[in-house]
């Protein structure tokens, strides 16, 4: 059996995405920007995607950018805030649990003559609402907070955080690559100036996503080039993978998420309680219907996605984006494990398309292989 539990990283792109996409590889393939029919055809297709997109998040169309995938959206939102404001000022506020897109970008523009605040997070990963009230300033001129964590699902209120830095007068960013379509985002009920999506969190296809933005809001464009996409991100528009974008947003389900959800306490619940010296990290409430993150003290997670993936079943040790790398999750070090413990933590996401049996097959074979790890751990001896 094959089982695919890294739907975190990416996620299979469903057949009514690709048959949707098709026609414009093949029939309708003008460029947008063209005046001729097939351009127009193509540009048509284009502002209707646009509107599913800007219904799903209640925002108006024009305030739908694409890009290539949430990372591009990230950058854009930060450099294009922090360069087009610096005359107001020059600190930004984000938190230590950010996706690689968003701290490695404060890092550059830190480089750059910006002071960045890290909020600290609490055990289950929720930053503390007074803090980041306490951490503003008068030259504060960006916040930037993640919806739904990419590797422990915490999902952070963002109606009350957005409702602070509207009483500021301060830039809201959140990263909701994670969270769209898994939970509800109301763009003007939730006070959100910026926000980063992408397709292929979501069934939909790689290198593609986009970046919402409130009407108003003064911001710097980081490609230079031609007009596309109001002026804000040049290059011509990938058609056939913005109408893959629009169409896995269009049918994406409520019975999904619930079934999911009953999945994934399922799967929560068996491990820790047949395997023992395991810890669940993240919240049991407030959590991505779709996300599992367990340390397995004592063994290395890495030893532990080889042996998995040596019996068919496809897991992380954490974001995608950093998974070659030697250091210690910086989520996982956040909310206070220890290195030791963050190295034996393995990240397991599931789709829609995720099955009993297939979580039935994956806890049988990480029971036997934690039994194994442990066999010759001189930690598990002593």
């Known amino acids: 059996m094959r089982v695919y539990l890294d739907n975190g990283a990416t996620t299979q792109v469903g057949k009514g995405v690709v048959k949707a996409m098709e026609p414009y590889f093949l029939k309708v393939y003008g460029n947008a920007s063209s005046l001729h029919t ?18 799903k998040i209640n925002a108006e169309p ?21 360069f087009a404001n610096k005359d107001k000022g020059k600190h930004i506020i984000t938190t230590k649990i950010e996706h690689h897109a968003v701290e490695r970008t404060c890092k550059f523009l830190e480089s750059d003559g910006f002071k960045v605040t890290y909020l600290d997070v609490d055990k289950e990963g929720f930053i503390n609402l007074e803090q980041l009230k306490d951490s503003i300033t008068k030259d504060t001129i960006l916040v930037s907070i ?26 809201f960013h959140t990263d909701t690559v994670q969270s769209l379509t898994k939970v509800p985002i109301d763009v003007k009920n939730q006070n959100i100036t910026l926000a980063s999506f992408s397709a292929h969190k979501i069934h939909g296809p790689k ?8 009407k108003g809001t003064k911001i710097k464009k980081i490609l230079d080039g031609g007009a596309q996409e109001n002026n804000i991100r040049a ?7 913005i109408i893959g974008f629009a169409k896995a947003v269009e049918i994406s389900k409520e019975d999904d998420l619930k079934r999911m959800e009953k999945l994934r306490d399922y799967f929560i619940e068996r491990t820790l309680k047949e395997i023992p010296e395991t810890k669940l990290n993240g919240p049991k ?5 779709n996300n599992i993150n367990i340390t397995f003290k004592y063994i290395e997670g890495e030893a532990l996605l080889i042996k998995l ?3 068919g079943i496809a897991v992380s040790t954490g974001s995608a984006c950093s998974s070659r790398e030697l250091k210690p999750s910086h989520v996982l070090t956040a909310i206070g494990l220890h290195p030791a413990m963050a190295h034996g933590s393995i990240r397991f996401t599931l789709s829609k398309f995720t099955t009993k049996e297939e979580l039935d097959y994956t806890i049988k074979n990480v029971k036997e292989v934690v039994a194994e790890l442990r066999s010759i751990s001189p930690l598990w001896r002593k």
């Open 38 to 55: 097939f351009g127009q055809e193509a540009k048509k297709a284009l502002e209707e995607s646009r509107k599913i997109i800007a219904k």
């Open 62 to 82: 024009e305030e739908i950018i694409f890009t290539s995938g949430g990372t591009e959206s990230d950058n854009l939102a930060l450099k294009g805030i922090a």
């Open 146 to 171: 993640i919806h739904a964590n990419n590797e422990i699902g915490t999902i952070q209120d963002i109606e009350s955080i957005g409702k602070l830095c509207k009483e500021k007068n301060i830039y």
């Open 207 to 214: 290198g593609i996503g986009a970046l919402y933005i409130k």
């Open 235 to 241: 290059g011509t528009e990938n058609i056939p993978s």
């Open 285 to 289: 409430k407030e959590r991505l219907c």
């Open 309 to 311: 993936d040596d019996k």
